[in-house]
């Protein structure tokens, strides 16, 4: 199975700050990655889509790079609602793991 | 609009057996593939199981493999996980979604979530 990491588990950030999360494939997954947004007490949203293209209604301070093992998701101006936990997830075969998860907090 | 709305989520004790349903709208069912996601109180999300439009191709994660079964009543357009010899640790919210238009499509839409609550 294919393993996921995300670092850094935990990121204190302040409103305007540029943010960036990192998530590592234990195997090669060309660009088949997605990243998404969970807010608390909430069901997951889909944000990013084949590593770097922005779903529909995503603000453009979002967006995804990367391909074979490593990727970013990028925030170019923390907003308030953007304080939640982002989860990677491979998207190459089953089963589809996800990442543990980054916290972004104030 | 796309709708996904899980039912069934209870208290059930260690090795009992639950099924949850997820009822889906506003899109054509039958071709789409879906999934369930689950998350433990305070932990990360994890995949559990996916079954084709046609409901001929199915996948399990390794925790859940031989305990739980994924089906679907296109014509009902719901999905169903039937969850057998549950233990403490499928204690979750378990997530119905939809996947994209394809075999390497994240799940574009989520339901609110079902809790299944796992003790004696």
């Known amino acids: 199975d294919i393993q996921l990491t995300q670092s850094p588990s935990f990121l204190s950030a302040s409103v305007g700050d540029r943010v960036t999360i990192t998530c590592r494939a234990s195997?090669?997954?060309?660009?088949?990655l997605a990243w998404y947004q969970q807010e608390p007490g909430k069901a997951p949203k889909l944000l990013i889509d084949?590593?770097?293209t922005l779903q529909s209604g995503v603000p453009s301070r979002f967006s995804g790079s990367g391909s074979g093992t490593e990727f970013t998701l990028t925030i170019s101006s923390l907003q308030p609602e953007d304080f939640a936990t982002y989860y990677c997830?491979?998207?190459?075969?089953?089963?589809?793991?996800f990442g543990p998860g980054t916290k972004v907090d104030l | 609009e796309v709708l996904l709305l899980e039912s069934g989520g209870s208290f059930v004790q260690p090795g009992g057996s639950l099924r949850l349903s997820c009822a889906a709208s506003?899109?054509?069912?039958?071709?789409?593939?879906m999934s369930w996601v689950r998350q433990a109180p305070g932990k990360g999300l994890e995949w559990v199981s996916v079954?084709?439009?046609?409901?001929?191709?199915?996948y399990y994660a390794d925790s859940v493999r031989g305990r739980f079964t994924i089906s679907r009543d296109n014509s009902k357009n719901t999905v169903h996980l039937q969850m057998n010899s549950l233990r403490a640790e499928d204690a979750a919210v378990y997530y119905c979604?939809?996947?994209?238009?394809?075999?390497?499509?994240?799940?574009?839409?989520w339901g609110q979530g079902t809790l299944v609550t796992v003790s004696s």
């Open positions: 979604a939809k996947r994209g238009d394809g075999y390497n499509r994240p799940l574009e839409y």
């Open positions: 997830q491979h998207l190459y075969t089953y089963p589809r793991t």
């Open positions: 084949a590593a770097s």
């Open positions: 079954i084709s439009g046609s409901g001929r191709s199915i």
């Open positions: 506003g899109f054509a069912f039958s071709s789409y593939a």
């Open positions: 195997q090669d997954i060309i660009s088949f």
